[in-house]
């Protein structure tokens, strides 16, 4: 799933709403909307990989919660997805490109009641001319995905399944899923799909965390590896798979674990660094940024002091 659907359902869930909680009312860069902090006790492939990014946007996504515009290729990418799900809630001889096309103007219309800030995102076109080719944008990526699969031959178990497993550390691991198949004989696909084109093949590992973090909740939840893990890249025409194994899984699980005790002495310690990539040209948090000249909002949990032995932060790599 695009990260941005998956943040829109999951983020509220990152943790509870009782013990070290802590109310946000203003900022170093003006007022912000009343919100409660409140410490992380789950992590979501997005989040993961914020953390690995940079510490300091997970923080302010996660436990400052600061607001974020939303994007044009985001907001595309929630109403493909949109429109690919209820797609098949047609009979199979109906699933066909000009009735996905079709629904596409529906589901931007249901995203625009769910979502009433995305309708930000063309007040400056009175004409609607750019809105118009935006949605021809999501129309094109619809279509393409009839060239990668036939989903007159798809009967799928699951869509958009949010997914939650405790680890026996306690770490509790959650997310959706796009799409589930379960062959006759029990084999399980992961199916994501991506708006965006396909990475390089030295990335391929990198795009892969994300599928296989589902396939370790999968797992755990389950006790069945997946089969097959699929990513399809509606932006570049490719598919991406992987099979994995049990090792492989295991592997997942120590980087997580050792993610989190990153997280955790971050948030105990309430040391968040930036870390500055290419990325950061599209953050919406360069204002309250050290690197860019900015100054983080006070910090709302309580700390405490830094252990000697706490290691550098978001180092880890994908797998």
């Known amino acids: 799933m695009d990260s941005s659907s998956e943040d829109a359902a999951t983020q509220a869930g990152e943790a509870p709403t009782d013990a070290g909680a802590a109310t946000v009312t203003s900022s170093a860069a003006g007022p912000v909307d009343e919100r409660v902090a409140i410490a992380p006790t789950s992590l979501s492939p997005s989040r993961a990989s914020d953390f690995m990014q940079c510490p300091l946007l997970y923080r302010f996504r996660v436990i400052d919660r600061l607001p974020e515009k939303p994007s044009e290729a985001a907001t595309?990418?929630?109403?493909?997805h949109a429109v690919l799900e209820r797609l098949f809630d047609a009979p199979a001889a109906e699933r066909t490109a000009p009735q996905a096309r079709a629904l596409v103007p529906g589901q931007w219309d249901r995203l625009r009641e769910s979502r009433p800030e995305v309708t930000e995102l063309f007040t400056d076109d009175p004409d609607g001319e750019r809105l118009a080719r935006w949605l021809g944008e999501a129309e094109q990526l619809v279509?393409?995905?009839f060239t990668l699969e036939d989903p007159s031959r798809l009967e799928p178990a699951e869509r958009e399944l949010f997914v939650e497993a405790e680890l026996e550390s306690g770490l509790r691991l959650r997310g959706i899923i796009d799409r589930v198949d379960v062959?006759?004989?029990g084999?399980?696909?992961i199916v994501d799909y991506?708006?965006?084109?396909?990475?390089r093949p030295e990335y391929a590992e990198g795009a892969l965390f994300q599928m296989k973090f589902y396939a370790l909740v999968v797992w755990r939840l389950k006790r069945v590896v997946p089969r097959r893990l699929q990513l399809v890249y509606l932006g570049s025409g490719d598919v991406l798979?992987?099979?994995?194994v049990p090792a492989d899984l295991e592997r997942v699980e120590r980087k997580l674990?050792?993610?989190?005790?990153?997280?955790?002495?971050?948030?105990e310690s309430g040391e968040w660094r930036p870390r500055p990539t290419k990325l950061c040209g599209w953050c919406d948090h360069q204002a309250h940024c050290p690197e860019f000249g900015g100054t983080p909002p006070p910090y709302p949990l309580p700390v405490r002091a830094a252990e000697s032995d706490a290691g550098p932060q978001g180092r880890m790599g994908p797998d």
Request: hydrophobic share 35%; proline share 9%; no cysteine.
């Open 241 to 244: 798979t992987y099979d994995p």
């Open 183 to 185: 062959a006759p004989t």
């Open 76 to 80: 595309r990418g929630t109403l493909v």
């Open 194 to 199: 991506k708006t965006g084109k396909a990475p």
């Open 187 to 189: 084999e399980v696909r």
């Open 143 to 145: 279509e393409r995905w």
């Open 257 to 267: 674990l050792a993610l989190w005790e990153a997280i955790k002495r971050a948030t």
